[in-house]
T-cell receptor
């Protein structure tokens, strides 16, 4: 079945850029999403990209998609302490379900 | 605008007791609805999803069940809770196969 993988942990200093990576197996994935989860809260949709795009920028967030390698990344510019959270990659397309990665815990050091 | 509600926010229940968690969505019609569980290891496990009233798909065999009595209401139930049912339960909605929007979650502790 479909598999989505992420590294478990990333630590950066405040003001630096963060890059969170995700790989997936289903080449028919049409929609790719990034969610943010703060402690004790639900998941918040941050941004998304369609499979016919290579890049999408939204303020401090940049999503890059390498469809050939099935690799998705989320870059956060000028990372702030408020960006500390778990970030989930999710892919979908052919069914009514999204497949979520295991989440990457981003820790921002002051 | 659309909003999604879950209650209760937290729940502590003894082993063997019943469970009922409720999720309601406002501002949209005929949404897909989902129940997830997030254990301490933080991955999301899809439990049930529904594409319409009375239509429930179960993803993982377990002692939980789901029902959709109304278009925008999704209920997660159990007749007898197990210790392993503890976790953070998240409800989500979507339009067709697109992005999902999550509720605030219910923290369940089974003692």
């Amino acid at each position: 079945g479909e598999d989505v993988e992420q590294s478990l942990f990333l630590s950066v200093r405040e003001g630096d850029s963060s890059v969170i990576n995700c790989t997936y197996t289903d080449s028919s994935s049409t929609y790719l999403y990034w969610y943010k989860q703060e402690p004790g809260a639900g998941l918040q949709l941050l941004t998304y990209i369609f499979s016919n795009m290579d890049m999408k920028q939204d303020q401090r967030l940049t999503v890059l998609l390498n469809k050939k390698d099935k690799h998705l990344s989320l870059r956060i510019a000028d990372t702030q302490t408020g960006d500390s959270a778990i970030y989930f990659c999710a892919v979908g397309g052919a069914t009514n379900k999204l497949i979520f990665g295991t989440g990457t815990l981003l820790a921002v050091q002051p | 605008s659309q909003t999604i509600h879950q209650w209760p926010a937290t729940l502590v229940q003894p082993v063997g007791s019943p469970l009922s968690l409720e999720c309601t969505v406002e501002g949209t019609s005929n949404p897909n609805l989902y129940w997830y569980r997030q254990a301490a290891g933080r991955g999301l496990q899809l439990l049930f999803y529904s594409v319409g009233i009375g239509q429930i798909s179960s993803e993982v065999p377990q002692n939980l069940s789901a029902s959709r009595p109304q278009d925008r209401q999704f209920i997660l139930s159990s007749k007898k809770l197990l210790l392993s049912d503890s976790g953070f339960y998240l409800c989500a909605w979507s339009v067709q196969a697109y992005e999902q929007y999550f509720g605030p979650g219910t923290r369940l502790t089974v003692t």
